[in-house]
């Protein structure tokens, strides 16, 4: 079964930095799309990046575009968010998340959940 587990979550300081890690198990890679989503306190759950991993396709919110980098380590059946430029408005539990196919920046595609990281950016 698809086993997701997302880590690297921490409180940082507006302007500074973090990386996420989803580590994945129980599939194989390239036939999936990761997405990360993230839901803040008393809002709903939003996309904000996924990737192919077979091809290297990258896909990013308007909001986070220029700021956060995803990447994937296909040896290591790893996803990276890299989260630059971090705003106080970035805080949230980030999830990563999996489904066959292509990526998508809908939720409601991803049929497999890592537990989510808490990320708290202090202004």
């Known amino acids: 079964d698809v086993q997701l587990q997302a880590s690297g979550g921490g409180l940082a300081q507006a302007g500074g930095s973090l990386r996420l890690s989803c580590e994945a198990a129980?599939?194989?890679?390239?036939?999936?799309?990761i997405g990360w989503f993230r839901q803040a306190p008393g809002k709903v759950r939003e996309g904000v990046t996924s990737?192919?991993?077979?091809?290297?396709?990258?896909y990013y919110a308007n909001s986070v575009k220029g700021r956060f980098t995803i990447s994937s380590d296909n040896a290591k059946n790893t996803v990276y968010l890299q989260l630059n430029s971090l705003k106080p408005e970035d805080t949230a539990v980030y999830y990563c998340?999996?489904?066959?196919?292509?990526?998508?920046?809908?939720?409601?595609?991803?049929?497999?959940w890592g537990q989510g990281t808490l990320v708290t950016v202090s202004s």
């Open positions: 129980g599939f194989i890679f390239t036939d999936y799309a």
């Open positions: 998340a999996a489904k066959r196919g292509t990526p998508s920046m809908r939720d409601g595609y991803y049929d497999s």
């Open positions: 990737i192919d991993p077979s091809d290297g396709s990258t």
